[in-house]
């Protein structure tokens, strides 16, 4: 660019900020947090109904279908369908169950994990479809609800395997020497029991909801300087869109990367919880 344009463009960018700002032009409506606290729409039983659950439930209702349709007629050589959902299905029981529980026990909790899989696959998928376009997994209900299933499952998996020793090996690690338990106990504790519950929350909805946020400013972007500005700032549009597309495409990435990780640390946690040691 030439040196005596930047000054221009400084110039004119100065400008418009500051006239939107001051509501004489066109104004910029980026992202807001309130995006996840939509309206409601109406009311079940004092129980309210906004946008997003009934994203959640859409996302629910196509769980169900592809999984009805993909094994309601299931044959000895399989269909195009019925082949993707036995891949899909296959790869949370080998990658996943088996690689990290052993086939024993990776067969005995493969249920619970397909579905925290697939559940979670799914929601987190509404956050780059057309006309729903935000994650029913961006608002803490679900990924809570998640958190929840996957603590109460490795507490269980761990009571079950030995039911006198899983708490007392989890807050007195053996080795320690015991005056160090004081200091240890309450780190296993926080770590164990709080920590992980927590962190397989915050991670999930903090990456569904930053991801929503970036698509929205990208694309709000496209739309400001396309129809509201116009003119040479078209240019800047199609920079906008280009880099919407994009993080459109690495949002389908984090989206499978998210429940993968999520499940694969549920399996973690259950595998810890029925070590020998316990």
Known sequence: MPPKLEPALFTQ???LIATAAAGEGPEFHGPSISEFFPETL???GGLEVNRIHLIQLLATIAIVLVFWLGTRRMTVVPGRFQSLVEMGLDFVRVNVAEDILGKKDGTRFLPILSTIFFMTLFMNLTGVI????????SIIAVPLLLAVVSYVTFIYAGVRKSPKNFFKNALFPSGVPPFLYIIV???EFISTFIIRPVTLTLRLLMNMMVGHLMLVLFFAATQFFLL??????????AGSLAFGLAFTVFELLVAVLQAYVFTILT???IQLAVAEEH
């Open 228 to 237: 509201d500005l116009g003119g040479w700032w078209s240019a800047l549009a």
């Open 13 to 15: 960018a100065a400008t």
């Open 130 to 137: 057309p006309f729903l376009n935000i994650a029913g997994t």
């Open 185 to 187: 106990t309450p780190l």
């Open 42 to 44: 109406f009311s079940i």
């Open 267 to 269: 399996a973690v946690y």
